[in-house]
């Protein structure tokens, strides 16, 4: 089974533009999160999707958005790129249940913005 | 909110050793589950062990085992035998339930490394 691929791995925007970032989940995983990775804050939950519907989202400026697809595939969206937006975006998919807690990871995207 | 504190930044440890990373938590949730995340540094996250509140029972997978002392508010990693492959950051995190809310909260991360 294949597992969270993310795309593109890398990414380097200039300050004002905006970019989307890809993660297909695991075949079956209908819930999608999203995580910023950034050395001085850690690791920050941005927003998790589950049947195409935002169900979370974490406290992060309206420049950062999401959507999910009927497939499962979800994008984010950042607009209006700051410097403090270079970090690793990671996405991780999930089966959804009361004993399903595994959350499965992707790579990440890498995005520098200069 | 849920807070999640990882207070030692780096640890080493000999190989074939014993190592055990801290990790202290704060919610008022009685019900939830903790984690323990490895991050190597290919960046690709990998679950390395989970704990359910309401068992006592420590969670044990291999040479991976945790203390988990509910009252304390408190979830350490014991890596048994430590192999060179154990060298990467990891990360204690949190989940409020399983479910409806998947959101993780994590905390700063330790990096280890395995010398040889």
């Known amino acids: 089974k294949a597992g969270v691929t993310q795309t593109p791995r890398y990414l380097i925007k200039t300050r004002g533009q905006q970019v989307t970032l890809s993660c297909s989940p695991i075949?079956?995983?209908?819930?999608v999160s999203w995580y910023q990775q950034t050395p001085g804050q850690g690791l920050q939950f941005l927003f998790e999707?589950?049947?195409?519907?935002?169900?979370n989202k974490g406290n992060f400026p309206g420049r950062f958005s999401g959507r999910q697809f009927s497939n499962s595939r979800s994008e984010m969206n950042v607009s209006t790129l700051e410097l403090g937006d270079s970090a690793l975006y990671l996405c991780?998919?999930?089966?959804?249940?009361?004993?399903?807690?595994?959350?499965?990871f992707g790579q990440g995207t890498r995005l520098t913005v200069v | 909110a849920q807070t999640v504190t990882q207070s030692q930044p780096e640890m080493s440890v000999q190989e074939a050793e014993t190592v055990t990373l801290s990790c202290t938590y704060d919610t008022s949730e009685n019900n939830y589950y903790l984690f323990w995340y490895k991050q190597p540094p290919s960046r690709q996250m990998i679950l390395v062990i989970r704990q359910e509140a309401y068992k006592q029972q420590n969670a044990t997978e291999n040479r991976f085992s945790v203390n988990f002392q509910k009252a304390a508010k408190s979830f350490s990693l014991k890596i048994s035998d430590s192999q060179l492959g154990d060298t990467a950051m990891y990360f204690c995190a949190f989940m409020k339930q399983a479910g409806a809310n998947s959101k993780l909260t994590f905390g700063k991360g330790i990096t280890l490394s395995v010398r040889p």
């Open positions: 075949s079956g995983h209908r819930s």
């Open positions: 999707y589950f049947s195409e519907t935002q169900r």
């Open positions: 991780a998919s999930s089966l959804v249940g009361r004993s399903n807690t595994e959350a499965f």
